[in-house]
């Protein structure tokens, strides 16, 4: 059977990837909640993906602290730094963006 869903987010560089967009496939950029059913999208197609999950933040300006924390922070917690960066990849992240996810992830 033929996922047409996931057929539309494979990466058009690497077919193996998953490209998920925050701004389009996120009900919000403000809150916990919104950033935990991001996340548990993310990990679902974890799941699916031979690759990476690439999580695009293109078009994204800001994101507040506890999305950052709720979405990052937890992946990195649940799989560690290097399981995180093996699995996952963060693209179009804007200064903002940035500066919100290195905050929460500082140790």
């Known amino acids: 059977m033929v996922d047409l869903w996931a ?3 494979e990466d058009a560089a690497d ?6 967009s925050v701004k389009k496939e996120s009900a919000g950029l ?9 996340r548990m999208l993310v990990e679902n197609y974890l799941v699916e993906a031979d690759g ?3 999580i695009d933040f293109e078009g994204v300006e800001s994101i507040s602290l506890s999305f ?3 979405l990052i922070r937890k992946l990195v917690s ?6 995180f960066m093996q699995r996952f990849r ?4 804007s200064r903002e ?3 919100a996810i290195n905050a929460v992830t500082k140790q």
């Open 7 to 9: 057929e539309a987010h």
């Open 97 to 99: 963006c940035a500066a």
């Open 78 to 83: 649940k799989y560690g730094l290097i399981g």
């Open 68 to 70: 950052a924390d709720e």
């Open 90 to 93: 963060m693209e179009n992240l």
């Open 52 to 54: 990476k999950v690439i």
């Open 15 to 20: 077919e193996r990837d998953m490209r998920l």
């Open 30 to 38: 403000g809150s916990r909640f919104d950033a935990e059913q991001f």
